[in-house]
């Protein structure tokens, strides 16, 4: 199925999630601050993020590779750390910039791509635009996202690609061009050379999971079979890939840790889980709270509780209306062909069989080359 092209309202939609993050970073981020320094709050982002960034740039200005950090205790590596993103492109910013005015523009940059990326993976999958915009703007202003972005700019910069990642997935397994692959390798790749593995690894897991979901829904159906192998391939070429980009950080990154005391097997479970998980009472007082600039599960209360309504919505699932379309489809093919006949539902109107399988077919075969 060819991907449908985005419209003057989903760019109109796209310009207004940028300007919300703009105005909700100045009202709910900037404004409200009245310490610029917390131990406990923003003690990475003041003793470890903003120096190392702002001495990386500065080497780099001077065409020094910044391998070393001889400033650190007795020295120690500083490319092979991968938290400063040093091989992040996005990162480039503090070049040109002044290291306060480049974090900034880089975390909102980050803030308000994830909206825009959310909207167009929903919009891909056929959500209408009040819902595309709705999940824009409850991933965008959820608390990690927003949280992250006081206290540890490599993590946002990492959960702001996951939806591009899905996205480049959707087009690839609805027949997109091949530039999605590198769409796919960017979604993958980026948020691990941004700094943060941890929000990498569980971006990788999603991203992975739904390719397989889709490989699986391709396999199932008679019109996407067709296409399995060139879905399948290109799926395992934008891995690929994204595994070839994060070479020059990941293989030093490995290295590195196999010295240190995080290495792999390196901590006992019960190490792990001193603090404990957190409990019950805990989840909802964060998800409900309404300080989303300091509640990392954040997610709001109308979000929790239009969630559901999706579910209870079948006019308003992508399966449903596709095999409405596809049911109108088919009898406009009908009386063209009648020898269709039982292929595509209902030859009388007192006929209630239906096929969703060959309703697809026939969806197919009226689609736009």
Not at 57 to 82: E, I, K, M
Not at 86 to 105: G, H, I
Not at 280 to 302: F, P, V
Request: aromatic residues 10%.
């Amino acid at each position: 199925m060819r991907a449908s092209r985005p419209t003057r309202g989903d760019t109109a939609i796209a310009i207004a999630l940028v300007l919300a993050g703009i105005v909700v970073w100045k009202l709910r981020m900037l404004d409200p601050a009245s310490v610029a320094y917390r131990p406990l709050g923003n003690a990475d982002f003041y003793l470890q993020i903003y120096p190392m960034a702002h001495r990386a740039a500065d080497w780099l200005r001077h065409g020094v590779l910044p391998l070393w950090n001889p400033y650190q205790f007795a020295g120690h590596p500083f490319l092979a750390t991968g938290i400063y993103g040093v091989a992040y492109p996005p990162n480039a910013a503090y070049l040109f910039l002044p290291t306060r005015l480049a974090m900034e523009v880089t975390m909102v940059a980050h803030l308000v791509a994830a909206g825009v990326f959310t909207y167009w993976y929903c919009r891909a999958i056929e959500l209408d635009r009040a819902g595309a915009t709705a999940a824009a703007l409850t991933y965008m202003l959820s608390g990690f996202l927003m949280l992250e972005g006081s206290w540890f700019p490599p993590a946002i910069a990492a959960a702001a690609w996951l939806p591009l990642a899905l996205l480049a997935v959707e087009r690839i397994a609805a027949g997109g061009s091949v530039a999605w692959v590198a769409a796919l390798a960017a979604g993958l790749a980026l948020p691990f050379l941004a700094g943060w593995p941890q929000t990498w690894i569980y971006a990788l897991y999603a991203t992975a999971l739904y390719a397989l979901a889709r490989i699986v829904v391709a396999a199932s159906d008679r019109v996407e079979r067709a296409h399995l192998a060139r879905t399948t391939l290109l799926l395992g070429c934008g891995f690929a890939a994204a595994l070839g980009l994060i070479a020059v950080q990941l293989l030093p990154s490995l290295e590195l840790q196999r010295l240190g005391p995080r290495q792999a097997g390196a901590l006992s479970a019960r190490q792990i889980t001193v603090i404990g998980p957190p409990s019950a009472d805990s989840l909802m007082s964060g998800m409900l709270g309404g300080n989303m600039g300091t509640r990392q599960w954040y997610l709001g209360i109308a979000p929790l509780l239009m969630a559901p309504l999706a579910l209870l919505s079948p006019a308003g699932t992508r399966p449903c209306r596709g095999i409405r379309r596809a049911r109108g489809l088919c009898r406009r093919r009908r009386r063209r062909d009648p020898s269709l006949g039982g292929l595509c539902g209902p030859s009388r109107p007192d006929d209630v069989s239906f096929s969703p399988r060959a309703s697809s077919r026939c969806t197919h075969s009226l689609a736009p080359r």
